[in-house]
């Protein structure tokens, strides 16, 4: 929240699996598109939020395997933590919170009698959360013979069924609505509630997050049967709702646009990105909207190639200077002598281009430094480089902006697998 100087212009709290990564999109394609247009039109102004019923372990694994962005919050081990910005910070007070009528020993002691129930990984077994496999069948029985067992050892407990196979306990006082609640106090109390909340999900675990008021719900079209039961007795009727005809991150952006929320033209979505016309752009949509020519250049998606390389000799100023991982200088004329040489070299093979965490400063009337973390997706591997470049309005050019310097640094663990210098 640091980050902001006032409330969120929109907090969107989502869940990962099913939700806002589709593990049946191989291209990744509806993340890709809620990524470019999260950077480009919301990061400055608005916080996003990843509701998982993973653990932190398996959280980090997922970040590992798909193009995610980072959240400015990370609710974990269904809403049992809560974890601040990219170093993930825990929310000491919340975990204080949690303790009350809790005593993980006794839930052991419990659980070990049912002969259906069967642990899940080590990973997912948390301070303040327990959490097994069990057949669909068992399920139902199961939880309410378990939830007096425990009520009679004295505790409070909130036991969770979702996606068919999993069952979570956890103090009351925990989930992902409970926590989503505890922020929303959090930062109200610091005089910052976000203008407007959007809460996503798929299965029974996120169906506490629609209980929330005030806040706009999208139950993406993949959602499992448990949340759209939940959905049929306890929230059918309600305008703030919807179940989206989209998948996942798809569904999230047509709910953007259903509640008139904000944009929700994702720049991936454009054509033809040389022909896009928004007077409202700023210097972070210029570095989203390159990044996709040059994805969509060395992909050979752009036609006209001349046409492109004027662009590109508009946008960048002639004697400006670029700063690549590993420390060598060049010119902006050099850069695009070199950009047109890689047109088309990954051509039918897989190459996809991100950028996460765009911020701007402005240092001038007319001028930016804009930091990123540019991230490169290919059949190798992938890599990020942790940017920042120098951005200039001018009516010279024809997005608006001159680039005027860029400088790159590879991030640890990230290697140069690839000829082309350019990033």
């Given at each position: 929240m640091e980050r902001l100087n006032g409330s969120p212009r929109l907090m969107i709290v989502s869940d990962l699996d099913h939700t806002m990564v589709d593990h049946h999109d191989a291209e990744n394609l509806s993340l890709l598109r809620f990524n470019a247009l999260w950077e480009a039109s919301y990061r400055h102004d608005s916080l996003l939020v990843f509701s998982t019923g993973?653990?932190?372990?398996?959280?980090?694994?997922?970040?590992?395997?798909?193009?995610?962005?980072?959240?400015?919050?990370?609710?974990?081990?269904?809403?049992?933590?809560?974890?601040?910005?990219?170093?993930?910070?825990?929310?000491?007070?919340?975990?204080?919170?949690?303790?009350?009528?809790w005593d993980k020993k006794i839930v052991l002691e419990e659980t070990a009698k049912f002969s259906e129930l069967s642990f899940q990984s080590e990973t997912e077994q948390r301070p303040h959360k327990v959490s097994f496999y069990i057949p669909k069948e068992h399920a139902?029985?199961?939880?309410?013979?378990?939830?007096?067992?425990?009520?009679?050892?004295?505790?409070?407990?909130k036991i969770i069924y979702s996606g068919g196979m999993d069952l979570d306990i956890l103090p009351q006082g925990a989930g992902k609505g409970q926590a989503l609640a505890y922020l929303l106090k959090k930062f109200k109390s610091e005089g910052k509630t976000p203008t407007n909340t959007l809460v996503c999900g798929d299965s029974g675990n996120d169906a506490e997050l629609f209980s929330i008021?005030?806040?706009?719900?999208?139950?993406?079209?993949?959602?499992?049967?448990?949340?759209?039961?939940?959905?049929?007795?306890?929230?059918?009727?309600?305008?703030?709702i919807i179940h989206a005809t989209e998948r996942c991150a798809a569904g999230i952006i047509q709910a953007i646009g259903h509640f008139n929320l904000g944009s929700n033209a994702s720049?991936?979505?454009?054509?033809?990105?040389l022909s896009v016309k928004d007077d409202n752009t700023g210097p972070g949509?210029?570095?989203?909207?390159?990044?996709?020519?040059?994805?969509?250049?060395?992909?050979?998606?752009?036609?006209?190639?001349?046409?492109?390389?004027?662009?590109?000799?508009?946008?960048?100023?002639?004697?400006?200077?670029?700063?690549?991982?590993?420390?060598?200088?060049?010119?902006?004329?050099?850069?695009?002598?070199?950009?047109?040489?890689?047109?088309?070299?990954?051509?039918?093979?897989?190459?996809?281009?991100?950028?996460?965490?765009?911020?701007?400063?402005?240092?001038?009337?007319?001028?930016w430094l804009?930091?990123?973390?540019?991230?490169?997706?290919?059949?190798?591997?992938?890599?990020?480089?942790?940017?920042?470049?120098?951005?200039?309005?001018?009516?010279?050019?024809?997005?608006?902006f001159a680039w005027l310097h860029i400088h790159q640094t590879w991030l640890e663990g990230s290697t140069v697998n690839d000829p082309c210098w350019i990033v």
């Amino acid at each position: 929240m640091e980050r902001l100087n006032g409330s969120p212009r929109l907090m969107i709290v989502s869940d990962l699996d099913h939700t806002m990564v589709d593990h049946h999109d191989a291209e990744n394609l509806s993340l890709l598109r809620f990524n470019a247009l999260w950077e480009a039109s919301y990061r400055h102004d608005s916080l996003l939020v990843f509701s998982t019923g993973r653990s932190p372990t398996l959280y980090k694994e997922l970040r590992k395997e798909k193009p995610m962005l980072t959240p400015d919050i990370a609710i974990m081990s269904v809403g049992t933590e809560i974890t601040y910005g990219d170093s993930m910070v825990p929310d000491d007070g919340w975990e204080d919170y949690l303790n009350n009528k809790w005593d993980k020993k006794i839930v052991l002691e419990e659980t070990a009698k049912f002969s259906e129930l069967s642990f899940q990984s080590e990973t997912e077994q948390r301070p303040h959360k327990v959490s097994f496999y069990i057949p669909k069948e068992h399920a139902q029985h199961v939880a309410k013979a378990l939830s007096e067992r425990l009520e009679k050892r004295g505790l409070d407990v909130k036991i969770i069924y979702s996606g068919g196979m999993d069952l979570d306990i956890l103090p009351q006082g925990a989930g992902k609505g409970q926590a989503l609640a505890y922020l929303l106090k959090k930062f109200k109390s610091e005089g910052k509630t976000p203008t407007n909340t959007l809460v996503c999900g798929d299965s029974g675990n996120d169906a506490e997050l629609f209980s929330i008021p005030e806040v706009h719900g999208v139950m993406v079209s993949n959602a499992q049967e448990e949340l759209l039961q939940w959905h049929a007795i306890h929230g059918k009727g309600n305008p703030k709702i919807i179940h989206a005809t989209e998948r996942c991150a798809a569904g999230i952006i047509q709910a953007i646009g259903h509640f008139n929320l904000g944009s929700n033209a994702s720049p991936r979505d454009a054509v033809d990105l040389l022909s896009v016309k928004d007077d409202n752009t700023g210097p972070g949509h210029e570095v989203v909207k390159f990044y996709m020519l040059y994805e969509r250049w060395r992909r050979a998606e752009v036609g006209n190639f001349e046409q492109h390389m004027q662009y590109f000799k508009k946008i960048f100023c002639p004697n400006g200077i670029v700063v690549n991982p590993s420390g060598v200088e060049r010119t902006f004329n050099e850069y695009i002598s070199a950009l047109g040489q890689f047109y088309g070299d990954k051509k039918g093979k897989q190459f996809r281009v991100w950028v996460d965490r765009v911020s701007t400063q402005k240092i001038n009337t007319d001028a930016w430094l804009v930091k990123y973390d540019k991230w490169e997706l290919t059949d190798e591997g992938r890599q990020c480089c942790l940017t920042s470049a120098v951005l200039k309005a001018t009516t010279e050019s024809p997005s608006g902006f001159a680039w005027l310097h860029i400088h790159q640094t590879w991030l640890e663990g990230s290697t140069v697998n690839d000829p082309c210098w350019i990033v």
